[in-house]
Nanobody
Framework: QVQLVESGGGLVQAGGSLRLSCAASGKSIRFNPMAWYRQAPGKEREVVAISISGGRTNYADSVKGRFTFSRDNAKNTVYLQMNSLKPEDTAVYYC???????WGQGTQVTVSS
């Protein structure tokens, strides 16, 4: 069974950047579809990016052109590079192994205006 641990969240000013990491253990996620979600206070969890087989990634319209999903198979880790951050990006960010519906504990991202 895979375990996921996110890191890299923090407080950043609007326009800044952060890179989130999601380290997997227990099983290789190399060929697994993986996703990043976020949940803002008082809102439902929403998908940010989904990486499916073949290397294609789909992004939410709200983050297209600003966020980039990537993988490091040697480290069994996926990343979410977030640039040009906006206050509305403030949320807890979660990674998910979509093949097993396994979730990490989340990492807080706060963007100040």
């Amino acid at each position: 069974q895979v375990q996921l641990v996110e890191s890299g969240g923090g407080l950043v000013q609007a326009g800044g950047s952060l890179r989130l990491s999601c380290a997997a253990s227990g099983k290789s996620i190399r060929f697994n579809p993986m996703a990043w979600y976020r949940q803002a206070p008082g809102k439902e969890r929403e998908v940010v990016a989904i990486s499916i087989s073949g290397g294609r990634t789909n992004y939410a319209d709200s983050v297209k052109g600003r966020f980039t999903f990537s993988r490091d198979n040697a480290k069994n880790t996926v990343y979410l590079q977030m640039n040009s951050l906006k206050p509305e990006d403030t949320a807890v960010y979660y990674c998910q192994d979509s093949s097993s519906d396994t979730w990490g504990q989340g990492t807080q991202v706060t963007v100040s205006s």
